[in-house]
């Protein structure tokens, strides 16, 4: 038999890789691994375009269920409202604010323009701004009350003049 001839082995060095090059380099696939991610890929396409509508659906519930809870509130707000016409104070308000209604014996007075114009009898613009009294009106009733208790020059006859006619 003849002998082959060996070839010599001679050490050759490769190029010094990165560690993701050196990793992606020893990755091995199976026809298991392929057959995964085929599956994985099929169920992605298959299932986003129902995953897609669900997410609006859910988007849509959120946004409905919002307007009814706003419906909800305005309902409420109107219940309320309407319960307010069953008290007999607030429709006499309602009458007075609105309809300018007054009980007999009542002046209502209505002002008309506007506020800027109205001026006090000497032709002076009244005051936009709150004012306040400079007199002290209490300590002024008090010592009018006073003054009428203790004063000593009260008439002496407090009855009715008489008055004297013909007599028969």
């Known amino acids: 038999m003849a002998r082959r001839v060996r070839a010599k082995k001679v050490a050759v060095s490769l190029p010094e890789e990165s560690a993701p090059e050196h990793w992606l380099r020893t990755i091995r696939f199976s026809g298991f691994t392929v057959l995964m991610l085929g599956l994985l890929i099929l169920a992605v396409i298959v299932l986003a375009p129902n995953l897609r509508i669900l ?13 009814v809870d706003e419906a909800q509130e305005s309902v409420d707000d109107l219940n309320e409202n309407a319960a ?8 006499e308000s ?3 604010d609105r309809l300018y209604y007054v009980y007999p014996g009542e002046v209502s007075y209505l002002v008309t323009g506007e506020a800027a114009d109205v001026t006090t009898n000497d032709g002076v613009p009244v005051s936009t701004s709150i004012q306040t009294t400079k007199i002290d009106w209490v300590q002024t009733l008090v010592s009018s ?3 009428a208790g203790l ?3 009260a008439p002496d006859k407090l009855t009715a003049p008489v008055i004297e006619g013909p007599t028969q």
Do not use: C, G, K, S
């Not at 997410?55 to 307007?67: G, M, V």
């Open 55 to 67: 997410i609006e659906q859910q988007q849509t519930i959120a946004q409905l269920q919002t307007e």
């Open 84 to 91: 307010r016409w069953n008290d007999r104070a607030y429709i």
């Open 94 to 96: 309602q009458a007075r």
């Open 145 to 147: 009350i006073y003054t």
């Open 151 to 153: 004063t000593e020059d």
